[in-house]
């Protein structure tokens, strides 16, 4: 294991090093260059006395044409930002609530990621406009929430199964540990003890 963990640092340490020599002066020598043709651009138009392809102008106004591309949505009425309003301050309230029933630690955190949730749909759909904005919008936050879920999944199955190989990481010796040992598991309470041994 210390053989394996020896070469990853080194490799490490290689690329490190590659980055710092071989990147770091490409991406300068790139950026002279661009600078450079523009500034050079710049100065022979000005002496022949023509406009730099590099000035901004105004477009030249192009034909209306009949589109099917969605108009973007006005703001919403006073009324509807309101009762979202009062809608994010009661789920507060309800999160704050949820705390304070005293529910094992399983089940508290099983609520407060639905009202965090509840409140977060109620942001994207208003305050960030997805909700009546146009559909890209709508791809790319579907197409977060996939990669998110992706993401979430790997890890989850990642944690579940490192006790397959080391015994020692699993949440199950922690737990038979501290039982063996006569104490509460750390981040347990007295009533989650209880409810784990029904």
Wanted: glycine content about 8%; charged content about 15%; aromatic content about 10%.
């Amino acid at each position: 294991m210390d053989i394996v963990l020896n070469i990853l640092v080194c490799f490490g340490l290689l690329s490190v090093g590659l980055a710092f020599v071989i990147l770091l002066p490409l991406v300068g020598n790139v950026l002279v260059a661009v600078f450079t043709t523009v500034f050079a651009e710049k100065a022979y138009a000005q002496f022949r006395g023509e406009v730099s392809g590099t000035v901004m102008s105004a477009p030249k106004e192009a034909p209306a044409v009949q589109s099917d591309v969605e108009e973007p949505h006005g703001p919403a009425a006073l009324k509807t930002y309101v009762g979202v309003y009062c809608a994010l301050l009661v789920l507060t309230v309800v999160t704050v609530g949820v705390s304070e029933l005293g529910l094992i630690m399983r089940e508290a955190v099983f609520w407060a990621v639905v009202v965090a949730s509840m409140k977060a749909s109620l942001v994207i759909a208003w305050f960030m406009h997805v909700k009546g904005g146009a559909a890209i919008n709508r791809l790319i936050l579907s197409t977060s929430l996939f990669f998110m879920m992706v993401f979430f999944t790997l890890t989850m199955a990642d944690l579940s199964t490192r006790d397959w190989v080391f015994e020692d990481e699993g949440q199950w010796a922690t737990i038979k540990e501290a039982q063996n040992k006569g104490e509460l598991p750390a981040g347990w309470s007295a009533a989650e003890s209880a409810a784990e041994t029904k």
